[in-house]
């Protein structure tokens, strides 16, 4: 008898229709929430402020989308990629969603078209990058469509970018704050790939999050293999050995957009048919690229980082970036494009010593003010960090974890982890100790000249010579200056190896 009850109660649940799941499956076509979803749709459907740290691929944009269905409101959504906006749009709309972004292509007629869609109430999500709400216009807007009652909640992605501790500071993230005075009572959803502990709480007290959920999952992706190498004086063989072994779609990331251009030719003469995509494309060209590369089978997608991380396609099974990125958690999220569908892919990365020189001069043309002067400083800190993690030996899934501040076991699958059971190692400390003696000689010396005078007493050894300085430097034996100069300096630790050295063994490097 009592089991017949059971049975019966549970059978009468399972009839129980679920809204946000029946909601899910109508919009979406998803059987089930991913990790951390539900959670955060929940909690704007409350009202509650959130921030959410959800891997690439995880269905962020879900979070904030849902809610708008639901409630049959507007969900305003900033974004610092233009790309990106107009991608998610287009997606949204051929699932039969109402979704418009705003920004400064928009002609005279579009424009009004937009307005009178908001007016009526038709728009269930609206983009704009973060400088429009700096317009008296947009204010105007926001007041209008928060005294309508209509603004079901606030969607701050790409949130890292409000941060100086983050990656990819942008200034006018900074004043997002004034959302709280432009739409006071309205929840406010944070959100990043990534965000270490320091670029968290940055977000939360700056965007003014009230007692937010806060939904933290790993950036981990076991799909994704990572290979890290010295990009040789031709890279283009080992770029098309690439493409020919990947899958799907394939998206290579060039620093420039001269370089974008270049690479385009090379590989369209090599017989790789390749599409440009950057910003000084005119805006049928890069709509025409963005539709190359969401519609052919295998498209090879060439583009300047901001214009690649706008793009939006599941199978991509190769991200290859031609040079150094700027930071591991940029790289991370660069990276991220890749594999999306769950499924094996590639993340090949190229990098040169050079690639630091040039990024780290740029970088250091910072302005007078102290606070950008310590942005730069951080930045080139990141930089050496992304260097080091390149150079190295350990595993490169776990060091760009924990450059996050997330602690794994090593991956098992990247090109480290794979070569370790055969990697040689040997003691440096003959090495170590010249490179220490001739900084106690003269201290505050650039790397370049440093190497280029123990080159002379080993002149095959060049790029180890630089390779050991710069290893040295995070065995905190050598300090180096934050601006760019790589000037280098012995500290208290490296005077204490040169009269008691011990053994430092590592993996001989070329």
Known sequence: ????????????????????????????????????????????????????????????????????????????????????????????????????????????????????????????LLYLAPERLQLESTQQLLDDLHGRGGLVALAVDEAHCISAWGHDFRPDYRRLGRLRQLCPGVPVVALSATAAPQVRADLIRLLQLKRPLVQVHSARRTNLAYTMQRRPDDPLPLVLEALEQSRGARLIYARTRRAVESWVARLNDAGHEAI??????????????????????????????????????????????????????????????????????????????????????????????????????????????????????????????QAVGELVPPCGRCDTCLAAPSRVQRDWSPSVLRVLAALEQQDGRELRALTRELQELDPAAEARWGWLARRLVQEQLIGESDDGAQRLYLRATGRHYLKRPWPLTWAATA
Do not use: N
Request: glycine share 10%; charged share 20%.
């Open 1 to 124: 008898m009592g089991s017949a009850l059971a049975r019966s109660r549970k059978q009468r649940l399972a009839s129980v229709v679920d809204p946000l799941q029946q909601a899910l499956g109508e919009h979406f076509g998803w059987p089930a929430f991913r990790p951390g979803q539900r959670e955060v749709v929940e909690a704007l459907l409350a009202g509650r402020d959130c921030l959410a740290v959800l891997p690439t691929g995880a269905g962020k944009s879900l979070c904030y989308q849902l809610p708008a269905l639901v409630r049959e409101g507007l969900v305003l959504v900033i974004s610092p990629l233009v790309a990106l906006m107009q991608d998610q749009v287009a997606q949204l709309q051929r699932r039969g969603i109402a979704a418009a972004c705003l920004h400064r292509d928009l002609g005279g007629g579009e424009r009004q078209d937009l307005q009178r869609r908001l007016r009526e109430g038709l728009l269930r």
């Open 276 to 401: 440009a995509y950057h910003a000084g494309l005119e805006p049928g060209a890069r709509q025409q690229a963005l539709e190359h590369f969401q519609q052919h089978r295998q498209p090879v997608l060439v583009a300047t980082i901001a214009f690649g991380m706008g793009v939006d396609r599941s199978d991509v099974g190769l991200v290859l970036h031609l040079a150094l990125p700027a930071s591991a958690e940029g790289y991370l999220q660069e990276s991220g494009r890749a594999g999306r569908d769950g499924l094996p892919a590639h993340c090949l990365l190229l990098y040169s010593p050079g690639d630091r020189i040039s990024l780290g001069w740029a970088l250091a043309q910072a302005g007078a003010d102290p606070a950008d002067r310590q942005r730069a400083e951080l930045a080139q800190q990141q930089l050496r960090r992304m260097e080091s993690i390149a150079e190295g030996e350990g595993c490169r899934e776990q060091a760009l974890l």
